[in-house]
Nanobody
Framework: QVQLVESGGGLVQAGGSLRLSCADSGRTFSSYVMGWFRQVPGKEREFVASITWSRGSRTYADSVKGRFTISRDTVKNTVNLQMNSLKPEDTAVYFC???????????????????WGQGTQVTVSS
């Protein structure tokens, strides 16, 4: 059973940085692609970034390109999201997600993912 656990959220000033991590507490990662999404109250959950586990192919939302970097650590079996130059509009609950199988790297919809973490709050003050 895949059990995703996010960590690393918190409060940061605009222009600052945070690093989120996602670990599978249930078993070793064997997912095809891992993604990060975010959600603010009253809005739909939106795609942030994804990475294929085997090749490390990355996809980013336009709103975070050049500021966020997704990576995976195949030794620690974690997926990380380095967030730089944070803006108040980046404030949200960030969720880690996993998709078991696939082809290619473009998976940006919530329904395309099989497992979800509980989320971690990121707050960026102005």
């Amino acid at each position: 059973q895949v059990q995703l656990v996010e960590s690393g959220g918190g409060l940061v000033q605009a222009g600052g940085s945070l690093r989120l991590s996602c670990a599978d507490s249930g078993r070793t990662f064997s997912s095809y692609v891992m993604g990060w999404f975010r959600q603010v109250p009253g809005k739909e959950r939106e795609f942030v970034a994804s990475i294929t586990w085997s090749r490390g192919s990355r996809t980013y939302a336009d709103s975070v390109k050049g500021r966020f970097t997704i990576s995976r650590d195949t030794v620690k079996n974690t997926v990380n999201l380095q967030m730089n130059s944070l803006k108040p509009e980046d404030t949200a609950v960030y969720f880690c997600a996993a998709r078991r199988t696939g082809s290619g790297s473009y998976y940006v919809a919530t329904y395309e993912y099989d497992y979800w973490g509980q989320g971690t709050q990121v707050t960026v003050s102005s």
